[in-house]
């Protein structure tokens, strides 16, 4: 299965397509896992209860912050390490102009926002 994806540079006026390939499965778990640590994990403190890590005294929350956090660490990158080992990616660069032109109309958020923030960085760089 592939994926197929685009991103810019408001900046720079750069835009590339990227095309994902893997099985579907690779698909389905990397989303699913971004959808749970995203939207479905709550930021509940863990208690301050003493534990010793790296041999370093320390208290659980100290040291795994809440369990959202707990779960992007321990369980959500780990799997989507697993399913990036698994995809193979292409970049193909294509002309900014040309890419707005095709695109623009179905993302014009991204677009405004993208050209909005390159202008900005423009004028502080040359305000410098």
């Not at 994990?41 to 890590?53: A, D, G, K, N, Q």
């Not at 956090?69 to 080992?85: E, G």
């Amino acid at each position: 299965m592939k994926k197929i994806g685009y991103g810019i540079n408001g900046y720079k006026k750069t835009a590339v397509i990227s095309i994902d390939f893997a099985p579907f499965c690779v698909f389905v778990l990397n989303d699913l896992f971004d959808l749970i640590c995203g939207y479905l994990v709550p930021p509940i403190s863990f208690p301050r209860i003493e534990i010793t890590r790296d041999g370093e005294k320390t208290d659980l929350k100290e040291y795994y912050g809440d369990l959202e956090q707990w779960f992007h660490c321990d369980i959500h990158s780990p799997v989507f390490q697993f399913c990036c080992k698994r995809t193979d990616s292409r970049l193909i660069e294509v002309d900014y102009d040309a890419a707005r032109k095709a695109l623009y109309d179905k993302d014009k958020k991204l677009w405004d926002e993208a050209e909005k923030l390159g202008e900005e960085m423009s004028q502080e760089e040359k305000s410098k």
